[in-house]
């Protein structure tokens, strides 16, 4: 009997984190850790372990502003920057995440291609349209619970870990012994691993999804304007975030040691995109192993899609100050559900274009890499200011840890400039 309620609460905690992280291993994430495998194998696993402490802290102060204010980080650009900031952030965001979009549509037509065959284009249409409509019409609570169930499409990823043969001393080490090269190739892969599980998009969905379940549920109010729900309102935060962000390490972790224990020891080591690697990873692994890693690809492109365009429109309706939230009917906010309709097609439009979808897929992550550094300096200059958490302001722990991962995404930023340079 115990054990019914215990199951209930922890449902009831996992829901924006847990979303966050599962969309963080995206098609175009799948692609970057794929090609990390293959190219360097187990020796660059230790970057999960190393990335794991970074990312959840910067994501539970994304979530603790959201919940502390109740409104979004862009909102909150608007109350207390410069409106050039503002907007400035807003653009870069808007079209690194409909670049993106183009890039994991495209990659769920080739995966889909890849199982079943037909038209390529037709599946990019249709996973646009049926991940747009979704968003749009279904009520809040129903579409919530659709991207938690969602999430168990990664599970796939440990599905194919348990079909391949793996040595597991040789992986551990490589993932508790960190190891370094002075090859470009390594540097550019630790910065790309870097770029893709911290974006700015995560800190944008996370804060907004806290606002909006603040503004839903009727006995949550921000927490400047109710302190006493305080404690368990960041209890509940940092449980979220914290098994989110591992759940998403563990899968990048997951698809690593895959391709390590195959494409890299086979000798594959040039892999463009998600698809390229499923279609590597069949002759060397077997159809099973295949079958699951292309239907992954399919699953998280379906809840990283709605991810990527709602917290473009968030962004922008805080901006331009239009009544927002995917609670609200879609005639309540139009603009709203305009910014996620247009930014999708435009993401289908991408894949019927003579852009390449790979091509496009970089310069995602370069604008990505670019803004989450300011972002994420605003982020903690606002997390440390009363004026805008009043009693809420982050301990000195999270400051230390946010502060040093902005510094590493700096110099992240730094690194891809010099890589691309050279």
């Known amino acids: 009997m115990p054990s019914r309620p215990r199951k209930s609460r922890l449902l009831r905690v996992l829901g924006p984190g847990l979303i966050t992280g599962a969309s963080d291993d995206d098609p175009s994430g799948i692609a970057t850790y794929s090609q990390a495998g293959a190219q360097l194998g187990y020796a660059i696993t230790w970057t999960m372990l190393f990335s794991y402490p970074l990312m959840a802290v910067i994501q539970e102060i994304s979530a603790r502003i959201g919940r502390t204010t109740g409104k979004g980080i862009a909102g909150n650009i608007c109350l207390h920057y410069p409106s050039w900031l503002l907007q400035a952030i807003v653009v870069l965001v808007s079209v690194a995440n409909v670049l993106n979009i183009g890039a994991d549509l495209g990659a769920m037509a080739d995966a889909s291609a890849l199982l079943i065959g037909g038209p390529r284009l037709l599946y990019v249409a249709g996973f646009g349209a049926f991940c747009a409509l979704l968003q749009i019409f279904m009520q809040y609570h129903r579409y919530v619970g659709v991207l938690k169930w969602l999430t168990l499409a990664l599970w796939a990823y440990f599905g194919t870990v348990m079909v391949v043969r793996i040595p597991w001393d040789e992986a551990a080490r490589g993932f508790l012994v960190p190891t370094f090269s002075l090859d470009p190739a390594f540097w550019t892969t630790v910065v790309a691993i870097m770029g ?55 899968v990048a972790l997951a698809i690593i040691v895959t391709t390590a224990a195959t494409l890299h020891a086979a000798g594959i080591t040039d892999i463009d995109s998600s698809s390229q690697a499923a279609e590597a990873l069949r002759p060397v692994a077997g159809p099973f192993a295949f079958a699951l890693f292309t239907l992954g690809i399919v699953g998280t492109g379906l809840l990283a899609v709605p991810v990527l365009a709602g917290s473009a429109a968030y962004a922008l309706g805080e901006a331009c100050h239009w009544p927002i939230g995917l609670a609200r009917q879609p005639n309540k906010a139009k603009a709203f559900y305009l910014a996620i309709a247009t930014a999708t097609f435009i993401g289908i ?74």
């Open 349 to 422: 439009l991408i894949n019927f274009s003579p852009l390449n979808p790979i091509k496009a897929l970089y310069w995602s992550a370069v604008i990505n890499g670019v803004v989450a550094v300011p972002v994420m300096a605003i982020m903690m200059l606002m997390a440390v200011d009363a004026k805008v958490m009043g009693k809420f302001t982050i301990p000195l722990a999270m400051r230390v840890i946010g502060w040093g991962a902005t510094a590493i995404m700096a110099l992240a930023v730094v690194g891809m400039a010099a890589a691309a340079w050279a």
């Open 196 to 250: 893709t599980t911290i974006s700015p998009y995560l800190f944008f969905w996370q804060a907004s999804q806290e606002a909006e379940d603040t503004k839903q549920e009727p006995q949550r109010r921000p927490l400047v304007e109710a302190p006493r729900q305080g404690p368990d309102a960041l209890g509940r935060i940092r449980a979220d975030t914290y098994v989110g962000m591992a759940f998403s390490n563990a």
